[in-house]
């Protein structure tokens, strides 16, 4: 996979909504790949759930025969407890960007062998 990255390091919302059938795990990459190196916090919807997961991307990575987003997910989701969550990229129907950064936990840790094979991580 090629990945080019766009250099406009302004404060924005970046959103691409896509049909479930037209997702891209490309482009959907990119915008993570520019919200790990920019700390933000993220909104990550994936396919049939019926709203986003609030995260702090971490990274991509290879886990199995499975591409993930290696993330800590905010508990501000009824339902949905935090914690660390590896979450499919070929599920991932829309990344937003929000205005707010995180601090990456002390508990993270990415020479983990879970996580043998990077694509890109903080």
């Not at 080019?4 to 993570?32: C, G, N, V, W």
């Not at 129907?93 to 996580?115: Q, S």
Request: with cysteine; hydrophobic share 35%.
């Amino acid at each position: 996979m090629s990945i080019h990255f766009d250099e406009d390091k302004s404060d924005r919302l970046i959103s691409i909504q896509m049909a479930s059938t037209d997702i891209d795990p490309e482009y959907i990459t990119k915008q993570l790949y520019e919200a790990v190196q920019r700390q933000k916090v993220c909104g990550v919807t994936l396919l049939n759930e019926p709203g986003p997961r609030i995260v702090h991307p971490y990274g991509v990575c290879q886990s199995g025969k499975k591409i993930v987003i290696v993330c800590w997910q905010e508990s501000s989701q009824v339902g949905k407890s935090s914690g660390y969550r590896n979450l499919s990229l070929l599920k991932c129907t829309l990344v937003e960007m929000e205005d707010r950064h995180f601090i990456v936990r002390n508990d993270f840790n990415p020479d983990d062998a879970m996580y043998a094979d990077w694509v890109f991580h903080i």
